[in-house]
């Protein structure tokens, strides 16, 4: 019967419209921008530079390798390399970005770039209000807004930000193993030389 479906549905209605003043489930809108809702963990929209500690410029993990910029579908990533390097987290010297800018007017969101990344450096964000006047200015986003701390991180994604950080203290330890494999197989190098220069010394003195 038609008429019970709609009163079914006038019922829902009604139940949801009475609901929406005192139960919170039921709330299904907000009155944005006075009040807001927080995302959730999963939400995404467009990237940021992760850095490490105080300052973003010298912390900023980026190290201007490129394979984002290559890989981005719409092609909105646009990076100068710097002439100057700068250690990273392990101490070896990486090149860094004199230019990184996303245009997110472009950004599909993909998180492509977030993928390829082999240093940990590019993650989504959460941000939403990117709305300006000026269609250029504002949505070309530059190095310093797109750089954001890992502390920012760890309080828009927290979980991702955990395994983040435990895949760099992984390669920390990797790359401390590495260098002390190195230094012990140069110091026995350098041991058997010196144990064949003394025997070679000692045959000549024995001829002589
Ligand atoms: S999210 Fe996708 S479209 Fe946006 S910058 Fe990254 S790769 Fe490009
Ligand atoms: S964000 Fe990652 S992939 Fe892109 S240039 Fe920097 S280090 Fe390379």
């Known amino acids: 019967m038609i008429g019970k479906g709609i009163l079914k549905g006038m019922v829902e209605t009604a139940r949801n419209l009475t609901g929406s003043f005192h139960d919170p489930d039921r709330l299904t809108t907000v009155e944005y921008p006075e009040q807001k809702i927080p995302a959730k963990e ?16 010298t912390g900023l993990r980026c190290v201007s ?21 700068k250690p990273d987290f392990l101490g070896k010297m990486q090149m860094q970005p004199k230019i990184f800018d996303i245009d997110v007017s472009v950004c599909m ?6 993928e390829v990344c082999p240093f940990e450096s590019i ?13 250029f200015k504002s949505l070309l986003l530059t190095k310093d807004q797109l750089a954001k ?17 435990e895949i760099r203290v ?22 058997e030389a010196a144990s064949k220069a003394a025997l070679s010394k000692a045959e000549k003195a024995k001829e002589e």
Not at 42 to 57: H, M, T, V
Not at 155 to 160: G, K, L, N, V
Not at 170 to 191: F, I, P, T, V, W
Request: some cysteine; hydrophobic content about 25%; proline content about 4%.
């Open 65 to 85: 390798c490129q394979i984002c910029e290559k890989e981005c579908p719409p092609q909105c990533i646009y990076i100068e390399k710097d002439k100057e390097k």
């Open 42 to 57: 999963s939400a995404r929209n467009f990237p940021f530079l992760i850095y490490d500690g105080d300052d973003w410029e």
């Open 170 to 191: 992984q390669k920390r330890k990797d790359h401390l193993a590495k260098e002390k494999a190195k230094a012990e197989k140069l110091a026995k190098a350098k041991k």
């Open 109 to 114: 969101g993909c998180q492509i770039c977030v």
């Open 123 to 135: 993650r989504m964000d959460n941000d939403f209000e990117y709305a300006g006047s000026d269609r």
């Open 149 to 165: 701390s890992n502390n920012y991180y760890h309080s828009i994604h927290p979980t991702e930000a955990q395994e983040t950080d």
